[in-house]
């Protein structure tokens, strides 16, 4: 493996740690996701629901806004592991993206894995939300 795979792998390794911890007593759909920033920081991130169904926070913004909050640089890379959702593997959900562009910026890589991390895809934020709305 070259390091661009191993820093792939570590951040997927990391969203399948937080998966575990995912707080998901309504669904029961576990998503655990993970930031790496500029500088090689990572923070995770595991979806918490609540009974006020509309409460729930996804994983990726779950570790985008803790990378946020902790003073990290720029984020990169974003990780989900998560069950495959009809089939095929599970992305972001729009929210979550929009979230990505306004801290990573449009070329912030996607990496999605399923459940066991092993069959992996990725994109850019960019090309997954080519119209976003952007800062100035
Ligand atoms: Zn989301």
Known sequence: MNQ??????????????????????????????AVR??????RPGAVVENVSLGLAMCAERIALFASTAVGDARPVALALVAPRTDGVLTYP????????????????TVLVADADGDSVER??????????????
Do not use: N, W
């Not at 920033?37 to 990572?42: E, L, M, Q, R, Y």
């Open 4 to 33: 661009h795979q191993d820093d792939d792998r570590e951040l997927i390794d990391c969203a399948r740690e937080a998966r575990e911890r995912a707080y998901v007593p309504y669904s029961g759909f576990r998503m655990g996701a």
């Open 37 to 42: 920033t500029v500088d090689g920081s990572i």
């Open 93 to 108: 959900c729009g929210a979550c993206l929009q979230v990505a562009l306004e801290l990573g910026g449009s070329e912030l």
């Open 123 to 136: 994109a850019t934020v960019g090309e997954l939300l080519p119209k976003g709305p952007k800062k100035g």
